[in-house]
């Protein structure tokens, strides 16, 4: 790995916390609202927000979804993430390990087991590196390299496709994720990273062995707005800019995939920004809800301001399953939830 790759993660950190990368579409959940139980017949106490997933007892339905590494700057972003994902008995990813890879040096910015022994962690290389001489063995260095649970395969044609220095053979990568997920020896996840995955893709991924989708739809951070920001070059700017609006709504890929793969796994992130959110698509069908733009502006400013974040998500999805009378996510889904008012008048 070169410098540029090191600073071009710097890079990407500061326009997140200091840009508008906010894509302009938005991400559907405002049409949901839950139906409130006057008398829920429980108590606040008894609701139990807890789950399995991947051998690990999480406390929460919560993702720290995958943001940083590869740079000395990332390290302290991801500590207290990990950190907080280990006091809070939450899922913790982390951003592509490929820096790490190509340049040993940098494995320490990837260091979050350290910090939390616990969690469930999920390691993260780009899928199109598959079609660049990665392998099997390097998914397993970098599932190795952090101790990680499972391994985050992510998808971004549209970011390599605006970036000067972008990787864009995605030909063929269906069949080379299958053969990650024969061989390697941790469940494969794959995810978009804020451009959603339809219901037609997320079949054909779960066929080929993934064991669960992350859909990152549309609605939060664009990664267009981010490689806009970065280009000097005022043309690759505007070629940036003009993907503002693209993409496939959180809400309508959760609702979509759901509707013909009723048992898949899914998690849900892309532009959700409270615990209200996550509920909502839990209720859609997700097992994880993820934010990350949120949690790392938190950590910028410190653990404690991160750590009661975190813990005002919690509890908001808590009072959330309270105030629609239900105990515990199995039993918290659809049916807490008013249907958004299109269809309703689509019903008359």
Not at 164 to 181: K, Q
Request: net charge negative.
């Amino acid at each position: 790995m070169d410098a540029n790759t090191s600073h071009r993660k710097d890079d990407h950190l500061e326009i997140n916390l200091n840009k508008d990368v906010c894509s302009g579409v938005s991400t559907g959940l405002e049409s949901f609202t839950f139906l409130h139980q006057a008398l829920p017949e429980i108590d606040l106490s008894e609701v139990d927000l807890s789950l399995s997933l991947f051998g690990k007892r999480l406390r929460a339905p919560v993702l720290i979804s995958s943001m940083t590494g590869g740079s000395p700057k990332a390290a302290r972003y991801n500590q207290l993430l990990a950190a907080a994902a280990q006091e809070l008995g939450l899922a913790m990813g982390i951003g592509s390990q490929r820096a790490a890879l190509e340049n040993t040096e940098l494995v320490g910015t990837y260091d979050v087991r350290s910090y939390a022994p616990d969690a469930l962690i999920f390691a993260n290389l780009g899928a199109v590196q598959l079609n660049l001489g990665y392998g099997v063995e390097e998914c397993r260095r970098a599932v190795n390299m952090i101790r990680a649970d499972a391994l985050i395969l992510h998808l971004n044609p549209l970011q390599e496709a605006l970036q000067p220095e972008g990787d864009t053979n995605f030909r063929g990568l269906l069949a080379r994720i299958e053969a990650v997920c024969e061989e390697l020896p941790v469940p494969v996840i794959v995810k978009e990273v804020g451009w959603g995955i339809n219901a037609a893709l997320a079949r054909r991924l779960l066929d080929a062995g993934v064991s669960a989708i992350d859909v990152a739809g549309a609605g939060g951070t664009s990664w267009s707005q981010v490689e806009m920001y970065r280009q000097s070059d005022p043309w690759r700017a505007n070629l940036a800019g003009s993907f503002r609006e693209w993409g496939i709504p959180t809400a309508r890929c959760l609702q979509e995939i759901k509707s013909e793969l009723p048992q898949a796994l899914i998690f849900a992130s892309g532009g959700l920004q409270n615990g209200i959110d996550i509920a909502k698509t839990l209720a859609l069908g997700a097992t994880l809800g993820g934010m990350a733009g949120p949690f790392i502006r938190a950590a910028d400013a410190g653990y404690t301001r991160l750590r009661d974040l975190v813990k005002l998500t919690v509890e908001e999805i808590r009072i959330c399953l309270f105030a629609c009378g239900r105990r515990d996510l199995n039993s918290f889904d659809r049916s807490v939830l008013l249907p958004p008012a299109d269809q309703k008048n689509s019903n008359r």
